[in-house]
């Protein structure tokens, strides 16, 4: 139905077949270049299109709705939107850039339900390179390369922060840790919070821990629990800012407990 980022100015081209897609996740592009990408976009002989452009000094434009298939990452563009950052791979996003592709992530969470998380597999739920799609995504490894690649965690907090609304924004990792564990994305570390998150720390496979995975509630722990808490766990490591691995070992857990005690309130 045309979905369309507020904020973002819709300015349709003809580069897309116009057929309809649910978005998993957003994949980030660098453009390699500076200015709209509205007329090579909108140029048959291109045969290229985004969602979305970011430029540098806050602009925003839509140049194929949320909900149909762009013309950006081949493999990807069924299952992830896209949008262009302005500028190249050797600049950073700007702080400008960084808000607007968090304001796009967050519409995502709300329209599609995308995790609030960092991955470089496609296939999953998350802000994710271009890169990470390999030859099935058109062989760009350096997209975005590697400095706007390590400012996603920076997006995905903003970005829950956003979703968060009315959450402190200097708890904006409860409110991604909320959305890992499937609990009500309020900010605040509560009890429910709190079970949740230990039930996954546990992993004694409870109906708590398949619950806060995400996975039917049966307590019958089968290889979709098994994958769900993986996917969990990852999620969580991006949150708390260490190596994402699926495995919730010492580093882990370090980081989670000093998370804890900055923010639970009891
Ligand atoms: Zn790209």
Do not use: C, M
């Given at each position: 139905m045309a979905h369309i980022v507020q904020g973002f100015q819709y300015r349709p081209v003809r580069n897309t077949a116009g057929d309809t897609i649910r978005p998993i996740g957003l994949v980030l592009h660098?453009?390699?270049?500076?200015?709209?990408?509205f007329n090579w976009f909108n140029d048959p002989r291109s045969q290229v299109s985004s969602?979305?452009?970011?430029?540098?000094?806050?602009?925003?434009?839509?140049?194929?709705?949320?909900?149909?298939?762009?013309?950006?990452q081949l493999a990807g563009n069924g299952t992830y939107n896209s949008i262009e950052t302005e500028g190249f791979d050797t600049e950073?996003?700007?702080?400008?850039?960084?808000?607007?592709?968090?304001?796009?992530?967050?519409?995502?969470?709300?329209a599609f339900g995308w995790a609030l998380a960092v991955t470089d597999t496609p296939g999953q739920s998350g802000l994710i390179t271009h890169g990470a799609g390999n030859l099935a995504w058109g062989n760009h490894p350096g997209c975005p390369g590697a400095i706007r690649a390590g400012q996603r965690q920076q997006i995905v907090v903003r970005a829950a922060q956003i979703v968060g609304g009315s959450a402190s924004p200097t708890q904006p990792k409860v409110v991604a840790l909320q959305h890992a564990v499937?609990?009500?994305?309020?900010?605040?570390w509560g009890p429910a919070t709190d079970a949740a998150l230990a039930a996954v720390r546990a992993n004694q496979h409870t109906r708590a821990e398949q619950a806060a995975v995400g996975a039917t509630v049966d307590g019958a722990w089968g290889p979709r629990s098994q994958a769900a808490y993986v996917a969990t766990v990852r999620t969580i490591q991006s949150i708390l800012e260490v190596g994402v691995d699926?495995?919730?070992?010492?580093?882990?857990?370090?980081?989670?407990?000093?998370?804890r005690n900055s923010y639970f309130t009891g």
């Open positions: 660098v453009a390699q270049g500076n200015g709209s990408q969602n979305l452009w970011a430029g540098k000094a806050g602009q925003r434009e839509q140049y194929v709705p949320s909900d149909v298939r762009a013309w950006a950073a996003l700007t702080p400008e850039q960084i808000e607007s592709v968090a304001v796009a992530y967050a519409d995502g969470v709300h499937h609990v009500a994305a309020d900010g605040v699926g495995v919730w070992g010492p580093v882990t857990d370090r980081a989670f407990v000093a998370a």
